[in-house]
């Protein structure tokens, strides 16, 4: 008697872009394999949030872009390893940044491609995460394995980082603890921190000091 062997059991991923046609982009490609399968689809990491509070989203894999509007995506990186550790996440992102990069993987992504890379990358990526194995793009891998010592901003916390980010697109303190979901003065504090960290005194040097490592919205 021949034994059958078990039916694959597909890898359910959720797509998180605040672009539609990329999502719509993201699923046709996904769907073409036959182990993997789109089970959920979101425009800004606030919808992903609610859903895993509600406990809606089913998924292996998240595939995440860094930058949507309302909640960052850094803290929802933050809040899945502390809440849903079992949710793997690759960030899929347009940011080829070494910081950028440092601050996703340091929050909790198991994987980040830039969306230069091939469509088959994206794919490969997907399972590798699936399996729980870290996986960085061709483009940004060597950058984002250097050793982290000589660019004090490679050392910030995501949530410095977060901040530094509001700071250089202009925001208010309190914009900035609206969109992290923490007090003014937190900000405040995490403003005088990453300043220290930088070497910088005020905001002038910290606008130079960003435009001299690359690192303006």
Not at 137 to 147: G, L, R
Request: proline share 6%.
């Amino acid at each position: 008697m021949v034994e059958l062997s078990a039916p694959l059991v597909p890898i359910r991923v959720a797509l998180a872009d605040d672009h539609a046609v990329v999502r719509e982009g993201y699923r046709r490609l996904l769907s073409l394999e036959s182990d993997l399968v789109v089970c959920g689809e979101f425009a800004d990491a606030d919808a992903v949030f609610d859903a895993l509070q509600r406990g809606s989203l089913a998924a292996d894999v998240l595939v995440l872009d860094l930058s949507m509007p309302g909640r960052s995506a850094l803290d929802l990186l933050r809040r899945i390893q502390a809440h849903w550790p079992a949710l793997r996440v690759l960030v899929f992102s347009m940011h080829e940044d070494p910081a950028r990069v440092q601050q996703a993987l340091r929050a909790g992504a198991l994987g980040y491609i830039t969306k230069s890379s091939p469509p088959e990358d994206l794919v490969a990526a997907v399972r590798h995460v699936a399996r729980g194995q870290a996986v960085l793009s061709s483009d940004i891998a060597a950058h984002a394995q250097a050793p982290a010592g000589p660019l004090p901003h490679l050392s910030l916390s995501p949530r410095e980082f977060e901040v530094l980010r509001g700071l250089l697109q202009g925001q208010a303190l309190e914009q900035i603890a609206e969109q992290l979901h923490i007090s003014p003065k937190t900000v405040s504090n995490l403003q005088t921190q990453l300043r220290q960290k930088l070497g910088v005194a005020n905001a002038v040097e910290l606008l130079r000091y960003a435009q001299q490592h690359g690192l303006m919205p």
